[in-house]
């Protein structure tokens, strides 16, 4: 059975019934448990994120996710379009981390009172969660 962070701690679904075989699965994320690390996972919910995320509060997020003004400097030298930036940041934070690059704590991240996007933390946990 797998968690979802919006369900207050209740199993939600057996997995069986969310999962195809393994083979079928190359290249998709379906419902997921949240803290499954990003790097065993497409970039599916990190384009989401960028496509969501404001001009104004991909910093904050980034920052909040660890990253430097140096780390941001380098992204924007390296890429012109806001959505690619927004992207790269994300990938960045996601390569730095490694296996601590959960949905969970993305979405911990996205909640943050300094990023203040409660909003795409719960598309994230209505769209890869089952209630």
Not at 13 to 32: F, N, Q, R, S
Request: proline share 6%.
């Amino acid at each position: 059975r797998l968690p979802c962070p919006n369900a207050q701690d209740q199993e939600v679904v057996d997995i069986e019934l969310v999962y195809p075989p393994a083979e079928a699965l190359e290249g998709v994320l379906l419902h997921a448990d949240p803290r499954t690390p990003l790097m065993e996972v497409p970039r599916t919910p990190l384009m989401e994120v960028a496509q969501r995320l404001g001009s104004d509060d991909w910093r904050s997020l980034g920052r909040t996710l660890g990253l430097t003004e140096a780390d941001f400097d380098e992204i924007q030298h390296d890429y012109r379009s806001l959505r690619e930036i927004k992207l790269q940041m994300l990938l960045l934070w996601k390569r730095q981390v490694g296996g601590e690059a959960t949905l969970h704590s993305l979405m911990a991240a996205l909640k943050d009172d300094g990023v203040g996007r409660k909003d795409i933390a719960d598309f994230l946990a209505a769209k890869y969660c089952f209630r």
